[in-house]
């Protein structure tokens, strides 16, 4: 038996990282009729910007936006990361975006040469993930890692299980919107509006996803009733 197979290594080549923020944001309207989703502020942050931050002090220095619902507000907002020690691109999408796997695809060219694996975070969570544990290399012929999370209170069903490492179909536990790619997940797959869940399920099926089960603080900021209690934890956490 391989042992080495399912067990990550540190990743020596530089690793870019793609944070998706094209989302309308429909549920925290009118919030987002305005403001971008991921420029939406926690203790008078934005999302985007701790996203950045952690980044940065992961030395992870590459990194890629991809735009869409009030993109020219975001991309004037960040300007060219160097007010965070990062190389800031910026991938624009139509308008509506290209969902999850489309944005993905449409930035390839921007975050991997084919061969090295890239970091996706969604633009709408907020979490106390060290972004350190990403800079891995993945298992033998795995496609993916996935940072999953007990399900929260709002969410009965999750979106895949894990065992021993390996993530599996059984909808156990909750995505948390943070992953390691490889570019070879998209082989075969055109542009278009897709989203990424269906792409990971199949490779799945051939046990081609590694992943790790994260413990700590993480939140969906899809709703007003989520936002204002991330605002309570943060806003308690920087008071005590």
Do not use: C
Not at 97 to 110: S, V
Not at 115 to 130: A, L, Q, S
Not at 203 to 210: G, L, N, R, S, Y
């Amino acid at each position: 038996m391989d042992r080495t197979k399912n067990t990550p290594q540190i990743m020596n080549r530089a690793m870019k990282a793609i944070i998706l923020s094209a989302g309308r944001g429909q549920r925290l309207k009118p919030i987002t009729d305005s403001i971008p989703k991921p420029l939406v502020e926690i203790a008078g942050k934005s999302l985007l910007v701790y996203h950045l931050e952690q980044l940065a002090r992961a030395k992870i220095t590459e990194v890629v936006i991809n735009l869409a619902w009030l993109g020219k507000q975001i991309e004037k907002t960040i300007g060219n990361g160097n007010k965070f020690g990062l190389n800031i691109t910026y991938s624009a999408e139509p308008a509506g975006g290209l969902e999850t796997a489309g944005a993905i695809i449409n930035a390839l060219p921007l975050l991997t040469d084919g061969n090295i694996p890239f970091i996706v975070i969604n633009g709408d969570i907020y979490t106390e993930y060290n972004f350190n544990n990403l800079k891995l290399t993945l298992a033998k012929e795995n496609l993916a890692h996935l940072v999953l999370v007990n399900n929260p209170s709002f969410k009965t069903q999750g979106d895949f299980g894990l065992v021993d490492g390996i993530v599996n179909n059984n909808q156990q536990l909750t995505f948390a919107g943070i992953s390691v790619l490889h570019p070879k997940l998209f082989d075969g797959i055109e542009l278009a509006r897709l989203k990424l869940a269906p792409i990971l399920r199949q490779a799945i099926t051939k046990q081609q996803i590694q992943g790790e089960l994260y413990q700590g603080y993480w939140s969906d900021i899809g709703t007003k009733t989520r936002l204002e209690e991330t605002q309570k934890y943060v806003n308690g956490n920087f008071t005590s």
